[in-house]
């Protein structure tokens, strides 16, 4: 949230259940990254004190698979509920994850940190949900949920009656979204005419089309974006 630090994971290939979280600065890696333990999708939380991650099943050190917390300098790791893929809310409280409880399918829910709980967000299911994105003021939620049919961008409204969510975008889309800071676009990557996952920019409010974000490498999958909090930069992964 200061925007002098960044976190990543980063696993052999394939083998997501040995990936680490990984610290390096902003302006750039001086040194060699700071490891700060087992772990993957890391996040910040808003007072940037505590980093929350999830411990993949099967792991190296046979943790307990779930989400996890621990001090932003990688001590006192504590695990908190089952899931994967949490994200903290804008007022740091509460976490927004991805569980599939029962094989019923992966759904979003709730962890309330203090209450030690948590509550379904939809009342339907995906076969698979990589991940979702926080809005800025806390008050929409996005994700791509896929499933036979496809992929699918929704955005889900926190307030108001209709908290059922829309669809904004589908096809081949993925896969772990990410709002820009004014709250106006959701970042993704999209497969274009030449074959290549390249990351567009896709306007929440309208039916515009999406629009490719210029100068991106060439590489077959450009993904994961993150916008800095000044709008300014956007750090994503690719393999040139």
Excluded at 92 to 106: E, I, T
Excluded at 126 to 135: E, K, L, Q, T, V
Excluded at 191 to 205: A, I, K, N, T
Aim: charge should be negative; glycine fraction near 12%; include cysteine.
């Amino acid at each position: 949230p200061d925007s002098k630090r960044m976190l990543f994971d980063a696993s052999p290939m394939g083998q997501f259940d040995q990936g680490h979280v990984y610290l390096i600065p902003a302006a750039g890696p001086a040194n060699d990254p700071t490891d700060l333990g087992i772990g993957s999708t890391p996040i910040w939380s808003p007072d940037s004190a505590h980093i929350v991650f999830y411990v993949h099943e099967g792991n190296p050190e046979q943790a307990e698979p779930g989400v996890w917390m621990m001090n932003a300098d990688g001590s006192e790791r504590m695990w908190l509920c089952y899931g994967k893929a949490p994200r903290w809310s804008p007022d740091g409280k509460q976490l927004m994850l991805v569980n599939n409880p029962g094989d019923a399918g992966d759904g979003l829910y709730f962890y309330d940190l203090e209450k030690k709980e948590s509550s379904a967000v939809l009342d339907r299911t995906y076969d698979r949900i990589a991940g979702a994105a926080w809005s800025a003021d806390g008050k929409r939620l996005a994700f791509i949920g896929h499933s036979g049919a496809g992929a699918e961008l929704v955005i889900v409204p926190l307030v108001g009656e209709d908290q059922s969510g829309r669809v904004r975008l589908a096809g081949r889309i993925g896969w772990r979204p990410c709002w820009t800071p004014d709250g106006k676009y959701v970042t993704c990557w999209i497969v274009g005419p030449e074959g290549l996952e390249q990351l567009h920019r896709v306007e929440v409010d309208t039916a515009r089309e999406p629009e490719r974000l210029a100068h991106q490498d060439q590489g077959r999958v450009n993904s994961d974006p993150c916008w800095s909090p000044d709008g300014k930069q956007i750090a994503f992964t690719s393999n040139r």
